[in-house]
């Protein structure tokens, strides 16, 4: 450390297993260069197994997290993971709608099927969070509740039919996809760019999600315009894949490797 990191905001769920999350958000801006901050917006029960409980820090102390932290720290860009009401939804949109730079990853359900984002929280997310978002990175399935098309839509259909929700642009995930490849489409207003990976045959894959919309906020706070933020977090995520595939953490679907 320099004590020159730039600094990058994650404002998403812990996991005590260390795997998803704001910890894997922490590892990831430490990992690349940055200086991160968090603040919690849920405790989850959780390990490499699954997901047992959520309990949602209370609206009035995620509101002063978010305020002392960007009002003291130097801020340059944030990530939002984990949102677990209309209501949290709402204040987080309210609080970082002038940040510098904004990674929305619109998290809904775990891997291991446990519901983080509430159906009834899907709305505010889409009508009052995307709007503010620089970048918003939903997987095949988040992309279809968001859109209310099928998650088979051509990718080029449902980018569109994304970005028309306002966020500045969109990069739709392929790794829930199956296939050879882990494809992910970046749209934007002047066109879109894929980005293209082979699929890394590994179980562990937990905090995947969170680790590539973390890179990519933190490239944006190093300064590195989208298109270059998107390929950088993209690389890191393919090592993180393959280092942590060859290493076993706890009983169940182990995490990346930062
Ligand atoms: N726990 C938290 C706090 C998360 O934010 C997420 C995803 O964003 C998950 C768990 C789920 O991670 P995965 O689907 O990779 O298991």
Known sequence: MTGREPVVLTVAGSDPSGGAGIQADL??????????????????????????????????????Q????????????VK??????????????????????????????????????????????RDLLLPSA?????????????????AQTDPGELGRALLALEPGAVLLKGGHGDGPASDDLLVDRRG???????????????GTGCTLSAAVATRLALGDPLADAVGAAKA???????????????????????
């Open 27 to 64: 590892k990831t801006a430490t990992a690349l260069g940055a200086y991160a901050a968090t603040v919690v917006t849920a405790v989850t029960v959780q390990d490499t197994t699954g997901v047992r409980a959520v309990h949602e820090v209370p609206l009035d102390v995620v509101r002063g």
């Open 66 to 77: 978010l305020e002392v932290v960007l009002e003291d720290l130097d801020v340059r860009a």
């Open 80 to 125: 939002v993971g984990m949102l677990g009401s209309p209501a949290l939804v709402e204040l987080v949109a309210e609080l970082l709608a002038d940040v510098p730079a904004l990674v929305v990853d619109p998290v809904m359900v775990s891997t291991s099927g446990h519901r983080l984002l509430p159906r009834d929280a899907e709305a505010a997310l």
């Open 134 to 150: 620089t970048l918003v990175t939903p997987n095949l399935p988040e992309a279809s509740v968001l859109t209310g098309l099928a």
């Open 192 to 206: 879109s760019t894929w980005f293209r990976a082979p699929r890394i045959d590994t179980p562990h894959t937990h």
């Open 236 to 258: 890191y995520l393919g090592e993180a894949l393959a280092s942590g595939a060859a290493r076993q953490v706890g009983r169940g679907r182990g995490p990346v490797d930062h």
